[in-house]
């Protein structure tokens, strides 16, 4: 099987924070326990100044070869309204790269990064014939939307966000409540 694991989440705003940590070290494992499988690494060239580290991180883990880096335009973060068609256009670049490396599967390690980086995160703007499986972390800005989404000028952006979790074929979350929260 050819697993894409999508790694914006280690090199945006999250990582120097858990989210990251997490990713990468649920990544690291999942390569190491099933070798039986092909395993490559989505990385975004916006954010050029974290691949050679990231690199790094799994150089004794896979070729570099198998480290795919995928080109959009800048100025997409999802913070200001003015980069909607960027957003549009470089979430879809995305995906047709993803479908160019004919993936099994698609994991993606954080669906709620580029508020503020320019990280593209989507599924289903194009059909596609893989598994998309994501990490759920939390929905705070749901539980307490007044500080997180309506003050911060965000509601679409975390709506929109929303409606690609449910179109995961599978969702993975990190504790229980953050299951509950995701029912």
């Known amino acids: 099987m ?16 858990g989210i990251a940590r997490y990713s990468l070290e649920l990544s690291k494992a999942l390569i190491r326990q099933a070798s039986m499988h092909e395993f490559y690494l989505l990385l975004n060239a916006n954010c050029s100044n974290t691949i050679e580290s990231v690199r790094n991180i799994f150089k004794n883990l896979i070729p570099q070869k198998q480290i795919k880096v995928f080109e959009t335009p800048k100025k997409i973060s999802g913070h200001d309204h003015k980069n909607y068609w960027r957003i549009q256009a ?3 670049i995305r995906e047709h790269f993803l479908d160019s490396l004919a993936p099994d599967i ?3 390690s954080s669906p709620f990064e580029g508020w503020i980086d320019d990280a593209p ?9 893989y598994l998309t499986v994501s990490t759920l972390y939390d929905l705070i800005p749901f539980i307490y939307p007044d500080f997180y989404i ?34």
């Open 106 to 108: 698609v994991y993606i």
């Open 121 to 129: 995160i989507s599924i289903g703007h194009l059909n596609h014939n």
């Open 150 to 183: 309506k003050n911060s000028g965000a509601p679409h952006f975390f709506v929109k966000k929303m409606q690609f979790l449910k179109q995961l074929d599978f969702l993975l979350t990190i504790s229980d409540s953050t299951s509950r929260e995701a029912i």
């Open 2 to 17: 050819r697993i894409i694991i999508d790694l914006q989440s280690a090199q945006g705003i999250s990582r120097n924070r």
């Open 90 to 92: 470089s979430e879809k």
